[in-house]
């Protein structure tokens, strides 16, 4: 059996930040991300669950620390080539249910974080380099973004503006940065663990044409693709990984 050397590989040199890094959906990607050959640091609130990774304690919605969190991946590593700014909470409730500060606390963990992490990353990033070798951000929204949900309305409205801020902050930055959304499906996560539908969805694959959830490799797969070279000529785009859940 022949190994392939870490300078062949895709990404070999490449330094990444994926915020929610520490459980699911992160975790593959930095998983996968290493796998080709990159540095993969997980920014998490909860960066003791990121066992034996590298991980930064990062909360997504203060912005000292997320300049923090750059500051010292930088101090480390001496570059940034990407990041996946994934870090996200759900919050499933009626809206009559639905508090304010639940509102709050989803659109600044999973909108305001998103916006943060872009603008606390932009003084890291390279410009001019050849197009396979463009800073990536690739941010996770859901295919709630685009559906919207009954009982959703927060989470919804949170992925719905994070579709939208890819697509500002792709026109804005090019040509020298890349920003692209991936939008998953239902993911086999602690996140799809604590939803209501979490056993018709896994045991049916309810209203999802291939039939089952993805799982958290499958979402972090069409993450790599959006970091790595293959993706040079897309920016503003949106990858749902849904299993034809949702075609638009
Ligand atoms: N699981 C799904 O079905 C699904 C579907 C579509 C989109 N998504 C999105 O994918 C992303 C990841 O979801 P997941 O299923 O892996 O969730 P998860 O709950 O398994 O993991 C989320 C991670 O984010 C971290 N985090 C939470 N608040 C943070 C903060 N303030 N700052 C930094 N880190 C914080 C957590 O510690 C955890 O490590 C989220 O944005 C989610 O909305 C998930």
């Not at 500051?71 to 570059?79: C, N, Q």
């Not at 700014?85 to 709050?104: C, Q, R």
């Not at 999973?110 to 690739?138: C, H, Q, W």
Request: aromatic share 6%; charged share 20%.
């Amino acid at each position: 059996m022949t190994t392939q050397s870490t300078e062949s590989l895709p990404l070999s040199g490449k330094v990444f930040a994926v915020t929610g890094g520490a459980r699911g959906i992160g975790a593959a990607v930095c998983s996968v991300l290493n796998a080709r050959g990159a540095i993969a640091v997980a920014f998490d609130i909860d960066p003791a669950a990121a066992a034996g990774r590298e991980a930064i304690a990062c909360d997504v919605t203060d912005e000292t620390s997320v300049k923090a969190a750059f500051a010292a991946l930088h101090e480390t590593h001496g570059r940034l080539d990407g990041v996946v700014s994934n870090a996200g909470i759900m919050v499933e409730k009626p809206l009559a249910e639905t508090t304010m500060e639940d509102f709050d606390r989803v659109i600044a963990i999973n909108l305001r974080g998103v916006f943060l992490t872009a603008k606390s990353a932009l003084p890291y990033f390279r410009k001019g380099m050849p197009d396979a070798e463009k800073p990536r951000i690739v941010n996770v929204a859901s295919e709630l973004g685009h559906l919207g949900r009954p009982e959703y309305a927060a989470y919804c409205a949170s992925k719905g503006g994070v579709i939208t801020l890819t697509r500002a902050l792709a026109r804005e930055l090019a040509p020298d940065i890349l920003v692209n959304t991936l939008a998953p499906g239902p993911t086999d996560t602690d996140m799809l663990r604590a939803e209501k539908n979490y056993d018709s969805w896994v045991k049916d694959g309810e209203g999802i044409p291939l039939g089952r959830v993805a799982t958290a490799e499958e979402v972090a797969l069409a993450a790599a693709f959006l970091c790595g070279p293959d993706s040079r000529f897309m920016t503003g785009t949106i990858i749902d990984v849904n299993g034809g859940a949702a075609m638009y």
